[in-house]
């Protein structure tokens, strides 16, 4: 067996969820010749195979996987001068938030409101991560991947990607073809940080008030940022009992304009923003599951709602796989009951 195998490895061990039964092998390559080697293998026995970085965004199941984990675990980060700009180019198993916080000590703009946010670059072009008022297709140049069919690495620029909001070809068409190796972004010098998010701009509006012309740099809007995120229970923290689970479970919806602005007329106090997409608009998936009539710290047996913000599902101890999937359904059916809305849950479900 290669030597970066390992059989029935826990997935409660490889996800902040801390759920799932056993996969059949764990492979940890770290390059391209065992990754090739691994899916080879997984050809050869006719496995099924499935990336995982840090495993911050999947809910497996209580019964395991009967394949191959991969967890691509290179990590090394370079930086390179292009045109005024710099090129950060990231390997797939490189932790996301130690990332952004060496560009912003680089005094590098671009991925500041990035911060705090748990996994691995491999995963952040997946699901086009974004925050605060920024996502990575802002910033990424080009993405070097596996193809697993072919077993040779392709880089493919930013544009065949096709991002959209919380999306892109790796999560539709491309699924199960690619496994990123790479990401590379475009970052500017000495740049203004991103100031558009409500949440970071109340937490500067007193000093701005007393001194209109100040501004926060690149340091203060992360450190504002992680604080943000530290105060509802987003950054993984093993010491706060709400740290077992995935982030935000649920994308804000995104509707049409005539059924957006037809909620508002009947709940005045309900949050609507702009989308990129012509005459749609994006709803807050928090405030539609409080006003279904779900609290912070709500249980359903040994799974919960998080006691500093209702988006996040957690295991509170020893919750299985299917309770926290169950309470997602409970959420899911009575926010449609009362809205007509239907939330999508955002983290992957493995084994299912």
Known sequence: MLKYFRP???????TTFAVGGPALWLSSPVSAQELKETLEFAKAENLPFYPVGAGS??????????????????????FAEDGGNILATAQAGASWDALV???VERNLAGLECLSGIPGNVGAVPIQNVGAYGQEVSNTIESVEVFDTEKLETLHLPASACEFAYRNSR???????????????FRLHPHGAPNMRYQDIERFFSDKIRMNPQWRPNLSEVRQAVLKVRRSKSMLYDPDNPNHRCAGS???????????AEGLAREYSDMPIFPCEQKDKLKLSAAWLIEHAGFT??????????????????????????????ELSEQIIAKVNSKFSISLVPEPNLLGF
Not at 249 to 259: A, D, E, K
Not at 312 to 325: D, F, K, P, V, W
């Open 57 to 78: 965004n999947i809910l497996a199941s209580d019964r395991g996987f009967k394949g191959i984990i991969i967890k691509y675990s290179a990590a090394e980060i370079s």
């Open 101 to 103: 916080q060496t560009t």
């Open 249 to 259: 479970f649920y994308l804000n919806p995104i509707v049409s304009r005539h059924i």
């Open 170 to 184: 790796f999560k539709r068409d491309w699924r199960g073809r690619y496994i990123v190796a790479s990401v590379t």
């Open 296 to 325: 912070k710290g709500y249980k359903f047996k040994r799974a919960g709602l998080s006691s500093d913000h209702v988006l996040a599902l957690i295991n509170t101890g020893r919750a299985s796989a299917q309770e926290i999937l």
């Open 8 to 14: 029935n490895v826990l997935l409660s061990d490889l």
